[in-house]
């Protein structure tokens, strides 16, 4: 079993940062696909960014393309997902996700519980 946390959303003005982290525990997840969802209220579940094993592979979706870096310390056992340039619409609780998984959320059966970021405009 796989159990993730994540940690380091918050409260941040438009065009701000965050740093997201995402720590694995009771197997190594070295050889999974890690990646970061995010939930708005009233929508459903999204892919944001995804990572290989090695952290050469990374996808995103279009819209955080160019603000957003997924990164991964194999070492550590934890994911990161570097926001820049926030705004409103990133609003929303981010989700850790684990697997030999794609863009479909339904292809990861380990999560973590989410944690929340909030963009102020």
């Known amino acids: 079993q796989v159990q993730l946390v994540e940690s380091g959303g918050g409260l941040v003005q438009t065009g701000g940062s965050l740093r997201l982290s995402c720590a694995a525990s009771?197997?190594?997840?070295?050889?999974?696909?890690m990646a970061w969802f995010r939930q708005a209220p009233g929508k459903e579940r999204e892919f944001v960014a995804l990572i290989g094993w090695s952290g050469s592979f990374t996808e995103y979706t279009e819209s955080v393309k160019g603000r957003f870096t997924i990164s991964r310390d194999n070492a550590k056992n934890t994911v990161y997902l570097q926001m820049n340039g926030l705004k409103p619409e990133d609003t929303a609780v981010y989700y850790c996700a684990a697997d030999r998984g794609s863009k479909s959320q339904y292809t990861y059966n380990y999560w973590g519980q989410g944690t929340q970021v909030t963009v102020s405009s």
């Open positions: 009771g197997r190594t997840v070295s050889y999974y696909v």
